[in-house]
């Protein structure tokens, strides 16, 4: 089994900063990709935040361009997501996700999820 452990969210005022952590554990041979999505309450969709390759390729969503910085310790299997300017529509539960090979399969695992809220 793979855990994904998350930390880091909180309530910030528009305009300021925080930064999310997710740590992998588990059996796994390795992590292919690791991201962040974040989903509103009482919905059912994940919309793609930020996500980087383990040779560091990054992609991100349009609305957060510029703004956040996701980046990866392949060795400690971590990845972060360092969020600057923080906006009130940047308010969802954060969820860290890594694409991880087992067996010679690849599996999608989820963290638990964190809750950032941007007050205006």
């Known amino acids: 089994q793979v855990q994904l452990v998350e930390s880091g969210g909180g309530l910030v005022q528009a305009g300021g900063s925080l930064r999310l952590s997710c740590a992998a554990s588990?059996?796994?041979?390795?992590?292919?990709?690791m991201g962040w999505y974040r989903q509103a309450p009482g919905t059912t969709q994940r919309e793609l935040v930020a996500h980087i390759t383990s040779g560091g390729r990054t992609k991100y969503a349009d609305s957060v361009k510029g703004r956040f910085t996701i980046s990866r310790d392949n060795a400690k299997n971590t990845v972060a997501l360092e969020m600057n300017s923080l906006k009130p529509e940047d308010t969802f539960v954060y969820y860290c996700k890594a694409d991880v090979i087992l067996a010679g399969l690849q599996y999608q695992y989820w963290g638990q999820g964190t809750q950032v809220t941007v007050s205006s």
């Open positions: 588990g059996s796994f041979s390795s992590i292919v990709v």
